[in-house]
């Protein structure tokens, strides 16, 4: 079965400082990532995801995340964040050697600091 | 912009009653899936639905857990009895075709306190 890590379970940063919350999955074979944001008292939406093709992917609200096969992980990056970006990230992975299945990190406590 | 719903928002009930939990995916949406989300943690599926057929069950307690999508459009899921170690967060999330590669939509959840 896939695992997948995020180191850090809580980010605290100043408004307007780059931020990079970190992922690394257990294997690199046929993968799809994804980054999901969730806000308090909201369920998860879907921040950005990798399919395949290039390996930076954007979101619409400035973050990004690289996929990097060798080092088997999928890092989000902000090089300038909001107070309106304090929420819950989550890692996941899926892929067709996990049946389609969906894992999760344990997820990032991101708060922006004023 | 369609959204997942889920009912009720928030269930407190003591050990050993029964619960249940109402989820209406996307309208078109043919695969439903059911998380458990425990504090400080992240969401782990419990079923997974296409259309009206469970495709994973693996992870659900069947001892204690009931789900079911009878039309293949909304589902509930039932817990009873319902244990302390049940409080958690309840999500339901739906997307297009269950592929690997589908985004998937969640709902607000239900969080569950068990006393």
């Known amino acids: 079965a896939q695992s997948v890590t995020q180191l850090d379970s809580q980010v605290p940063v100043f408004e307007e400082a780059p931020v990079e919350l970190r992922c690394n999955y257990s294997?690199?074979?046929?993968?799809?990532l994804f980054w999901y944001v969730q806000y308090p008292n909201q369920g998860l939406q879907l921040l950005l995801k990798?399919?395949?093709?290039?390996?930076l992917v954007e979101s619409i609200n400035g973050f990004e995340a690289e996929f990097n096969k060798s080092q088997t992980s999928f890092h989000l990056r902000k090089p300038s964040v909001h107070i309106s970006d304090t929420a819950e990230y989550f890692c996941a992975v899926s892929g067709t050697n996990t049946g389609n299945q969906f894992y999760f990190g344990t997820g990032t406590s991101l708060t922006v600091i004023p | 912009e369609a959204e997942v719903a889920q009912s009720p928002r928030y269930k407190i009930t003591e050990k050993s009653q029964a619960v249940a939990f109402w989820c209406d995916p996307i309208s078109g949406h043919a695969t439903l899936y059911w998380y458990r989300q425990i504090l400080g943690q992240g969401p782990e599926l419990l079923v997974q639905?296409?259309?009206?057929?469970?495709?994973?069950d693996s992870q659900l307690p069947k001892d204690r857990f009931s789900a079911e999508r009878l039309k293949g459009v909304d589902s509930t899921l039932k817990i009873q009895p319902a244990e302390l170690g049940d409080s958690a967060m309840y999500l339901c999330?739906?997307?297009?075709?269950?592929?690997?590669?589908?985004?998937?939509?969640f709902g607000p959840g239900t969080r569950l306190t068990v006393l």
């Open positions: 999330a739906s997307s297009l075709l269950g592929a690997s590669t589908d985004t998937q939509y």
């Open positions: 990798y399919l395949s093709g290039s390996t």
């Open positions: 294997s690199s074979v046929s993968v799809y």
């Open positions: 639905f296409q259309d009206e057929s469970v495709v994973d």
